[in-house]
């Protein structure tokens, strides 16, 4: 079992960045893959980036619409996921949610998004234009 709580969400103007955390805890030992996923109200949640770290691996895997303006990144010392957005557009206002893989992961497995994931509870991040 696995516990994520998400923080750094708020509101910015268009063109603003933001930085999340997601603080893992509980049994994080197999969590090899992490991602961030986001929803609008009425829309399906999606799969925003991910990241896989592991028997020498490394790997990041985004959607298009954030590439170049996002980043995901983790430090293992304080098991804690981050996303720098830069470059911020009323578009990506949304809550997003921190997601741990459930069981191992491969690297390739974990850049499709299609996985079955623990949530964290979701932060608010509002752009304003």
């Known amino acids: 079992q696995v516990q994520l709580q998400e923080s750094g969400g708020g509101s910015v103007q268009s063109g603003g960045s933001l930085r999340l955390s997601c603080v893992a805890s509980?049994?994080?030992?197999?969590?090899?893959?992490m991602a961030w996923f986001r929803q609008i109200p009425g829309k399906e949640r999606e799969g925003v980036a991910t990241?896989?770290?592991?028997?020498?691996?490394?790997?990041?895997n985004y959607v298009d619409s954030v590439k170049g303006r996002f980043t995901i990144s983790r430090d293992p010392a304080k098991n804690t996921l981050y996303l720098q957005m830069n470059s911020l557009k009323p578009e990506d206002t949304a809550m997003y949610y921190c997601?741990?893989?459930?069981?191992?992961?491969?690297?390739?497995?974990?850049?499709?998004?299609?996985?079955?994931?623990?949530w964290g509870q979701g932060i608010q991040v509002t752009v304003s234009s």
């Open positions: 509980g049994n994080t030992s197999s969590s090899y893959c």
């Open positions: 997601a741990a893989s459930t069981v191992p992961q491969f690297s390739y497995t974990c850049g499709s998004f299609s996985w079955g994931r623990y």
């Open positions: 990241i896989y770290a592991g028997a020498g691996v490394y790997s990041t």
